[in-house]
């Protein structure tokens, strides 16, 4: 499907103000939508909606379908009467520029346990009957979501392949006795997710009324303790006690010189292809509920992606498999038609992965920050630079993964930087505009003849290295980043829509 000629703004909800310790659904995203129809932004991208799994990373929830809970609005419960004003005094670890996720995962969980609880008490019959619905119309995932969470709370978290066996394997008298012993828990996490669907949706229809479609993220993996593989393990390469026998990542790269042993179960092709991908077809469906278009992360290993045996410790040792190609994005097209998919093609990337993204016409992705990458001599062949990226294209000063521009700047060579600044005009003063860095990248991404060009908010607000959402291979430390309204100026709207207005990026 081709994209219009519009920019946006790369932001997960996780890093918006608010007093609760993280960003939520309340009054800031609302702000924030606000904010970006004043900039004359039409997109609003997010990372996965889903909850927070290892390294407090969400590419690893523990669900493909669920939501993220720490993103439910606490004052809307209050407001309710599920909630006590007093419940919401913030914790004093709570940071306004910082997730300081060992405190706000136990004093959010408490305070929707108790909101829950409340629910139970006191709720209306229209409340009631709303809840019913949603369990009803989600059953597909909702039912096993539940109760694998209630189960992974009772075992400690340890890995479902150590439950009792006949709960790792699915035994259905044993699923049934355990719905019975643990029925006020599967409650709680219904509940939960019936607050998150509720209020994520009233965001998105606000956001949708004032012209603002929201970019979502699938990770093409997921977590080994997740419902989905518990719940379906034919179709993940696991042994015969659940565990995974092969995992998912990438070989050496840019970003790591070990690879990156990412530990996902990869998926049994063969046994998707033999229900014409029923399963994909599923997630995708349940994610344009939720988002108006969606980025599909790691793009070839649809193509081939690397298989590292599950006993080796880093992703150095592995090799290429066939990927399922074309028949599985062709089988979601049968189901639910043209859908505005997003290929995340960065990486190591061949000729087939090329040919498959072209081949389903799907839009690619570009960073501002590779094209100047070990350019010694200057290669204008770089196919980042803006002068050569294709129209059928996303265009990115960087994303989540990179560094933000200020910190990529402070850290580049003399040489690739002075390519930067012969490229974009620049000398050591930042002329002819006297503009930092990142305003100069922002702009050049606006220029290109790519459809669409997506800013991550820290370069709009041109924050340092400090302020990066995320660093590959390290699992620790990431995720944090959070904003205050009083960095946000009023001059960071009128530039964004001011380029808006000048290269024709206004829907």
């Not at 929707?112 to 209306?124: C, H």
């Not at 049994?268 to 995708?284: E, L």
């Not at 990248?441 to 995320?470: E, F, K, W, Y």
Request: with cysteine; proline share 6%; hydrophobic share 45%.
């Amino acid at each position: 499907m081709k994209l219009p000629r519009v920019s946006g703004i790369l932001l997960h909800p996780t890093c918006l103000p608010g007093p609760h310790g993280s960003g939520d659904l309340g009054a800031s995203a609302f702000h924030f939508v606000d904010w970006l129809v004043g900039a004359r932004q039409s997109l609003w991208q997010i990372l996965p909606l889903g909850g927070i799994g290892p390294g407090n990373s969400p590419y690893m929830s523990s669900s493909a379908f669920a939501g993220n809970i720490l993103l439910i609005d606490l004052h809307e419960l209050q407001q309710r009467g599920w909630l006590e004003a007093a419940d919401l005094t913030p914790d004093a670890a709570f940071s306004d520029t910082s997730l300081n996720f060992a405190a706000v995962v136990p004093w959010r969980r408490a305070r929707l346990e108790k909101a829950a609880q409340r629910f139970g008490q006191v709720a209306s019959r229209q409340d009631q009957t709303d809840l019913a619905r949603f369990q009803h119309d989600h059953a597909d995932w909702l039912d096993d979501y539940s109760l694998f969470m209630a189960l992974a709370d009772a075992h400690d978290w340890h890995d479902w392949c150590d439950w009792p066996v006949p709960l790792a394997r699915r035994d259905p008298a044993a699923l049934q006795q355990a719905r019975v012993q643990h029925a006020a828990a599967v409650a709680f996490w219904t509940f939960c997710q019936w607050c998150f669907f509720r209020q994520w949706l009233a965001l998105k229809a606000y956001a949708n009324q004032r012209g603002i479609k929201i970019v979502g993220d699938i990770p093409i993996f997921i977590a080994a303790q997740s419902a989905e593989v518990w719940a379906r393990q034919a179709l993940f390469e696991l042994d015969a006690q659940g565990r995974a026998l092969v995992v998912a990542g990438v070989p050496p790269d840019y970003f790591s010189a070990t690879g990156q042993r990412w530990g996902n179960p990869l998926y049994r092709w063969a046994a998707h292809a033999q229900d014409n991908y029923a399963w994909w077809v599923q997630r995708i469906r349940r994610c344009f509920e939720l988002v108006d278009w969606v980025r599909i992360d790691h793009f070839r290993g649809f193509v081939d992606y690397w298989e590292i045996p599950a006993t080796e410790p880093t992703a150095m040792h592995g090799q290429w498999r066939l990927g399922p190609g074309a028949a599985l994005f062709e089988a979601i097209q049968t189901s639910l038609g043209d859908l505005p998919i997003i290929a995340e093609d960065l990486g190591l990337i061949t000729p087939e992965v090329v040919a498959l993204r072209q081949q389903l016409n799907l839009p690619g992705m570009a960073i501002l920050h590779f094209a100047f990458d070990g350019m010694t001599p200057f290669n204008h062949h770089n196919a980042y630079l803006p002068h050569n990226v294709q129209a059928n294209t996303v265009i990115y000063t960087g994303t989540h993964d990179n560094n933000t521009t200020q910190g990529w700047w402070a850290s580049l060579p003399a040489q690739e930087r002075r390519n930067v600044q012969a490229y974009l005009g620049l000398d050591d003063a930042n002329a002819p505009l006297h503009w930092p860095v990142h305003w100069h990248l922002i702009r050049a991404a606006c220029a290109s003849v790519a459809d669409t060009a997506i800013h991550p908010l820290q370069d709009v607000l041109g924050l340092g290295a400090d302020c990066r959402m995320n660093l590959p291979g390290v699992g620790l430390g990431y995720w944090q980043w959070r904003f205050t309204w009083a960095q946000v100026q009023p001059v960071h709207a009128e530039r964004l829509a001011e380029f808006c207005q000048l290269y024709g990026r206004c829907a």
